[in-house]
């Protein structure tokens, strides 16, 4: 295989025998067709943390640049959590820590593991007493194993004084025993000398499989965790930067506290700051939170407005029959960048306001249809067809013969938008092209997509509209020969339809 390159211009790419050869640019904004004017923007916003309004029709990349912003962003530096309030459970604490605090804690949790034995390796009695070594037979197995699978004698310790009756008291306590428990000690305490003639605690636990050794300074590693216990990371320090909010519920959207049946009772229910869940804005804290259709979410973006302001929001219980609705947890951080997108009739649904702070703290665009069919442009849609078979990644890749094809497709829809010397942009399509003639490639084991490829996949991937037309005349004619006469008869809708398209076409 030739050495990949960069497209930057048709002829750069004149001699390349697939697209697997070019050169796919590192930035994800860079992958973006055409939309220079946003793709500025995207950066902008990325350094200097700014909202973005995307309007444009489905299928243009908005969706593409908000991911890509996102990954242009640095990797987040808190982790928020809740933690449990003794004098008030129902109002639990915050905590943010920094990404030193968490390696810290990682590194504690690190070397409180201890070290994980082959039960071969432990003491004998260790063994033993763990339930994992027959004493009988002196083989091992697993402490389920309340019969040594080897001499079916049993392996539970029942006293010193028990031996002729043990495989009899052994049956009855297995018996007894509640499914899924296994009998037996989960833990040993022992102790060792060091060298210089102190004492020192070594603890042996089950681990499955294997047993766990725990040493003095693991016992005090896990100490220190256990301290932590009564806490909730509510949003994790490693995260995806980039959160979709389209179409979110409110509670997905603002966060929300579970409902309790037994009211978060100390001994029967489930503490306050365990039932807090975040919503969408906290874990896009520091990253992307991106609404696509935003005017779908109605008033709910006021509350959107209010976090963009306040850059922090509280969780409280949405339902008021539940138990959950009677916790709130204050000022937790949603320092987001807000990627809206919607189409040009939508503009209007967004609530004024919430326009006003993204121009006065980000840039709004109408991102393009199309970009000029030139050299530079024609080289990007070869780059666009190596991104789609590597993001699909159960295609092969496209000759430059079928690049041509696509090109030539894409000067059709362009045209059918008015755009004349264009390309489209509504690149969605598009993709599901190059995918259509993928699978025909795979199913007739050809080794690339082919121009001739392209030409079948565009008979195949029409839409159903297309489809309809074709074979009854008009889509009316079609919806009046899919209904029964029953619902002809009840429907005075289709009736004059059906006679409608019969006078315009007979």
């Known amino acids: 295989m030739k050495d990949r390159k960069a497209a930057c211009s048709w002829e750069d790419i004149g001699d390349i025998r697939s697209t697997d050869e070019i050169l796919i640019p590192s930035d994800p904004l860079d992958r973006v067709l055409g939309q220079e004017e946003a793709i500025y923007l995207a950066k902008i916003a990325a350094i200097q943390r700014r909202h973005l309004l995307l309007v444009g029709p489905p299928g243009t990349g908005k969706s593409m640049i908000a991911r890509a912003l996102s990954m242009n962003l ?20 915050l905590e943010i820590l920094d990404e030193g605090q968490v390696q810290d804690e990682d590194d504690i949790r690190a070397e409180s593991v201890g070290k994980l034995l082959e ?126 909010a389209t179409g979110a519920s409110e509670t997905e959207l603002l966060g929300d506290v579970r409902h309790d049946p037994y009211g978060g009772h100390e001994k029967l229910g489930t503490p306050a700051y365990e039932r807090v869940t975040a919503g969408s804005i906290h874990e896009a804290h520091e990253g992307v939170l991106f609404i696509d259709e935003i005017s779908h979410l109605g008033n709910l973006q006021r509350f959107i407005l209010t976090a963009m302001q306040e850059k922090k929001f509280p969780i409280v219980g949405h339902n008021p029959q ?83 094809a696509i090109i030539a497709e894409g000067r059709i829809r362009a045209k059918s938008d008015n755009q004349l010397n264009a390309l489209t942009l509504r690149l969605r399509e598009l993709g599901g092209l190059i995918r259509a003639a993928g699978d025909i490639a795979v199913m007739e084991n050809a080794p690339l997509i082919t121009a001739d490829l ?53």
């Open 322 to 404: 539940s138990a959950g609705a009677s916790v709130k947890v204050d000022d937790v951080p949603c320092d987001f960048i807000l990627v809206a997108a919607c189409n040009i009739q939508d503009l209007e649904n967004i609530l004024s306001p919430l326009r006003s702070r993204m121009i006065g703290g980000g840039y709004e665009v109408l991102v393009d249809t199309a970009m000029p069919d030139n050299s530079r442009n024609r080289a990007k849609y070869a780059q666009f067809v190596a991104q789609e078979v590597m993001m699909d990644g159960r295609i092969p890749h496209a000759t430059l013969d079928a690049v041509e």
């Open 119 to 244: 039960p071969q390796s432990a003491p004998k009695n260790v063994s033993e007493r763990l339930g994992y070594l027959c004493k009988s037979c002196g083989k091992y197995s697993h402490p389920a194993d309340v019969n040594c699978p080897y001499c079916n004698k049993s392996k539970i310790e029942i006293g010193p004084n028990s031996n002729p009756f043990g495989d009899l008291l052994s049956g009855m306590l297995e018996a007894a025993m509640p499914q899924g428990v296994i009998p037996g000690k989960e833990r040993v305490n022992t102790t060792r000398v060091l060298p210089d003639g102190t004492e020192e605690t070594v603890v042996f636990e089950r681990a499955g499989d294997h047993i766990r050794k725990l040493d003095d300074k693991a016992l005090q590693k896990r100490n220190q965790l256990n301290k932590r216990t009564n806490q909730k990371v509510l949003v994790k320090l490693n995260r995806n930067p980039f959160v979709l």
């Open 74 to 93: 640095p990797k987040p530096k808190q982790e928020i959590r809740v933690v449990r309030n003794p004098e008030n459970p129902e109002r639990p604490f």
């Open 454 to 506: 392209i030409k079948e996949a565009r008979k195949r991937s029409r839409p159903v509209e297309d489809q309809i037309r074709e074979r009854y005349g008009s889509y009316m004619k079609g919806i009046s020969k899919d209904v029964s006469s029953a619902q002809k008869e009840k429907s005075q809708y289709y009736f004059e339809n059906e006679h409608l398209d019969d006078q315009m076409f007979n």
